[in-house]
């Protein structure tokens, strides 16, 4: 499929300079860093208070083990479904709506997941208006007269996670699709392949990478997902591990649990690799020739339109009314003043951990370009897997290495020069941070390794013999063939932030709220109402980003 | 746009002002800090009349997990003075952990009953709450269920709606009926509820009284304070209606009483501002506090004397409570918790 080029390994015979063990070391470093929190949950299941893996066997281990399944299998195969489909129908079609669809079937993403399933079963549940008016137009009586899918199902769980989840494998399906070689889908074209031939064989096939990071994203919020399934009384692997840790005051056995969730990943992201392991492919110079999309008309227009509006309506546009209905009927008890401050404190948060979630994001895929070597690999590999782990469980990980920092500096300092640094990083907004990099770097390098893998490593030598350094070549020759990864990253990172609680919850200062952690003590109680300013406001700021960087993404593809 | 010059720029103008959060830890002269597994919304009038009277700061940290640990790896640096819970689980935690000190006041003996502090002294109640059966008014006729072994007769088969019988309440009361009755004894019972339930258990406690209004089932369980909490709710009017649909009864009235439970206290054992903390626990303690405890929330105030809200009065009026020492319910919590895998009881 790809010009004959060299291999990665082949041009490992350029490495062999100072530049590149500087590299080499400061990735270690910082991949350490990130890792601790990982590595003191490692740590912890030492040290369970009693073993409970027996209890589980015998009891509900099967239960957690089967929806846990059913769960990665469902939200996986619906976000695939919907995520691929409609990035191949925006990117390589013209169609009514395609350039709003382009950056619309984003916006889901910007609703929490457990504030998605508070709206639906507000809506759908007996009480709720689809139902009354059910139950008027048939003239039903009460709940024994007919029946109503229950959305407080795996069912439902599975819905609501694939309506916010799908834009990850959408947006790096469509970076994938973007950065095609407009010339391969030709040639496949010329050689006799119908379109959907030419999809099937050729564009899917390519974006392979790309989708298998979305995917591997979107399995790892599943898994660590414990707001929607604990609403839905769906019983998963981490409904298992809260309950292990706080009502058998087992944080050992719990972090046991969250060990083996965390292998069961690593072995399906490792599978997935070995799977595309042969596959390497580069892009070629011509990539950023205009795509030649497909004009849709008639009733394949409208289809197309219909299959990109559906995910687009279930999963922004119905909560973003429900919640600006709730938030126009509750304006005067949820308008406070301090709302200023915690939308900025959520702002500042977010984009500080996104920048530098991208920096060591690109840090350690690069690191991993120049030279692939096991130690190196390792360290990444762990650094990455913050994302798998429940945020409480991943905040007690952060907890314990900046713990340990602040009383060892502590008592150092009380030693040698009699004053008392006390703490000096937990209990700060530095530990919200901290927690958020750790928690969404496999964000950014994914899509960042993933962009440059697609560069072809004759790229590298031509920039090496011209006289660069490593440093001045990423800067002048990667970087802006990346720029759509980076930014894609950078993006899906600043929207978790503001999303993310149960980290935000326990690490915070005193006095100290986020937009989540507001709307969150009221939710938490079933009172969604009174903080839909919040939640609205959640999504909105989470909105501007989205737009701003998916029409550059689309731009840096059209300019040149 | 990637310029070495412009990340430059980007990470002083980000990481400065973090600098500057770090650097600039709370301390005000006079301050009292809490972690709190409470919701904050709920103890926050209460503070607000303690720093109105006293002139003394109250900081807050909610979260509902992982508060124990944070406290635990803190170690001694800790900066929190109080730990707040909303049931007795978490208390009975920290507290075994080691990480408590024990309290020498006469205001808090004098105040709160023997039956909701420690012996000694290391956690005090603060609030009391039943554990109680909604019924329907339609469908259940008075005096056809009365106690906690009567949800486990087949005769209300599919009638039964409850939370997660791994939710914290549901788990103190399967403690208590293993104190009461033994394991085994509790695990036959705990069966019977499972197959008389209406449906998975599912929602929070509200959410079963909505269930009897709707006719999904006939019989819930819930904390006694969600009543108050429903039928005065003006904001969503539909909750008055959940409200009125049905019987409160409060449990085995005949024998050893109503499961009780308490939202309590503890003083950590390295809280660097001792002196205001037992402070805002006297006063957490005193009839002002007791008293808007009960008007806010509708809980039960521990301290004797004080007036409930006359909302309870006026419903619930007097009951007998089961006196079983909360150190023992939170001491079978674990065994509860299994109890609850083995029967399947969420599944």
């Not at chain 1, 604990?230 to 292990?244: C, E, L, Q, R």
């Not at chain 2, 209300?156 to 208590?176: E, F, V």
Request: some cysteine; proline content about 5%.
């Amino acid at each position: 499929m790809s010009t004959p080029s060299p291999t990665v390994t082949e041009t490992q015979a350029l490495k062999t300079t100072g530049s590149h063990l500087r590299w080499l070391l400061s990735t270690l470093f910082i991949a350490t860093l990130v890792a601790l929190p990982v590595i003191s949950v490692f740590y912890l299941a030492f040290f369970p208070s009693e073993n409970i893996w027996a209890h589980l066997a015998d009891t509900v281990l099967p239960v957690y083990i089967s929806t846990t399944l059913l769960l990665l299998f469902g939200v996986g195969a619906l976000s695939i479904a919907i995520g691929v489909s409609t990035a191949w129908l925006v990117t390589m079609c013209r169609f009514p709506g395609q350039r709003i669809f382009e950056w619309a079937l984003l916006l889901p993403f910007a609703v929490p997941a457990y504030v998605i399933a508070y709206i639906y079963t507000d809506l759908l549940e007996y009480a709720g208006p689809v139902q009354r008016a059910l139950r008027q137009i048939f003239g039903w009586q009460s709940y024994q007269d007919y029946w109503f899918p229950d959305i407080r199902t795996t069912g439902g769980a599975i819905l609501m996670l694939a309506l916010v989840l799908y834009p990850y494998v959408y947006m790096l399906a469509r970076a994938s699709f973007l950065e095609h070689s407009s010339n391969i889908q030709a040639a496949s074209r010329t050689l006799g392949c119908s379109p959907l031939q030419s999809f099937l064989r050729v564009s899917l096939p390519m974006a392979r990478p790309g989708i298998a990071v979305g995917l591997s994203l979107v399995s790892m919020e599943t898994m660590n997902d414990f707001g929607t399934v604990d609403y839905f009384a769906v019983k998963s692997m981490s409904a298992g591990i809260y309950d292990t840790w706080l009502n058998m005051s087992n944080l050992g056995g719990a972090a046991q649990i969250a060990s083996l969730m965390l292998v069961f990943v690593v072995m399906l992201i490792t599978l997935e690799r070995i799977g595309r392991a042969r596959q390497k492919q580069f892009s070629g110079s011509d990539r950023f020739k205009d795509l030649d999309r497909y004009q849709l008309t008639g009733w394949r227009a409208g289809f197309a339109s219909t299959v990109c509006l559906i995910p687009f309506a279930a999963g922004f546009l119905v909560p973003f009314c429900v919640l600006s209905l709730y938030a126009y009927e509750n304006f005067e008890i949820s308008w406070t003043e301090e709302f200023v401050g915690i939308a900025i404190n959520s702002f500042m948060l977010s984009v500080t951990a996104a920048l530098a979630a991208c920096m060591i994001g690109l840090l350690l895929a690069y690191s991993k370009r120049l030279s692939p070597s096991r130690g190196l690999l390792g360290a990444v590999r762990f650094a990455n897997l913050g994302y798998a782990m429940p945020g409480a469980v991943l905040a007690i990980g952060v907890i314990i290495p900046l713990a340990s920092f602040d009383n060892g500096l502590d008592s150092l300092m009380r030693e040698h020069f009699g004053i008392s640094t006390g703490l000096l990083l937990s209990g700060t907004v530095f530990a919200i941070f901290f927690a958020y990099v750790v928690r969404f770097l496999a964000v950014p390098f994914g899509s960042i390794e993933s962009s440059l893998a697609k560069i072809t490593p004759t790229m590298d030598m031509a920039s090496r013999s011209l006289g660069h350094n490593t440093l001045q070549t990423l800067f002048k020759v990667h970087l802006p063939l990346i720029r759509s990864g980076i930014l894609t990253g950078a993006l899906v990172v600043f929207v978790d932030c503001m999303k993310e609680l149960p980290a935000t919850l326990i690490l915070r200062p005193f006095n100290f709220d986020t937009l989540a952690t507001y709307v969150y003590q009221y939710a938490s109680d079933e009172m969604l109402e009174e903080s839909a300013l919040g939640a609205l406001l959640i999504v909105l700021v989470g909105l501007l980003p989205v737009i701003l960087l998916s029409r550059s993404i689309a731009a840096s593809h059209q300019k040149k | 746009m990637f310029s070495l010059k412009g990340i430059k720029q980007l990470s002083a103008a980000t990481l400065l002002p973090m600098a500057a959060a770090i650097a600039l830890p709370a301390q005000a002269a006079e301050e009292v800090n809490i972690y709190s597994a409470r919701q904050a919304f709920l103890i926050k009038p209460m503070l607000k009349a303690f720093t109105e009277e006293t002139g003394i700061k109250a900081n807050v940290v909610f979260a509902k997990k992982g508060l124990i640990e944070r406290i635990e790896n803190e170690g001694q640096n800790t900066n929190a003075d109080l730990f707040l819970t909303p049931d007795i689980g978490p208390v009975y935690d920290i507290v075994n952990k080691g990480l408590t000190q024990p309290v020498k006041s006469e205001v808090l003996v004098k105040n709160i009953p023997t039956q909701y502090r420690d012996p000694n002294n290391e956690w005090f109640g603060l609030t009391t709450r039943s554990r109680i059966i909604y019924a329907s008014k339609e469908r259940v006729k008075e005096g056809e269920i009365k106690s906690y072994e009567d949800l486990a007769d087949p005769k209300w088969k599919g009638k039964i709606c409850t939370r997660s019988g791994k939710h914290t309440y549901n788990l103190s009361l399967i403690s208590s009926m293993i104190a009461t009755h033994g394991e085994a004894e509790a695990e036959k019972w705990l069966q019977g509820v499972k197959a008389n339930l209406a449906r998975k258990p599912q929602g929070n406690d509200r959410a079963q009284v909505k269930a009897v209004k709707e006719g999904v089932c006939d019989i819930a369980l819930g904390n006694s304070y969600y009543f108050g909490k429903m039928i005065t709710n003006a904001k969503k009017p539909e909750q008055i209606g959940w409200a009125q649909s049905v019987n409160l009864i409060f449990p085995n009235q005949a024998d050893r009483g109503a499961h009780m439970n308490i939202s309590g206290v503890v003083l950590t054992k390295h809280a660097k501002n001792k002196e205001n903390a037992v402070k805002l626990m006297e006063f957490l303690a005193s009839p002002l506090a007791q008293y808007m405890y009960a008007q806010e929330n509708f809980e039960f105030p521990v301290r004797p004397g004080t007036p409930k809200s006359t909302l309870i009065n006026k419903y619930m009026g007097e009951f007998k409570a089961d006196d079983l020492s909360l150190a023992t319910v939170a001491a079978n919590r674990s065994k509860a918790s299994k109890l609850v895998d083995k029967v399947g009881f969420d599944n």
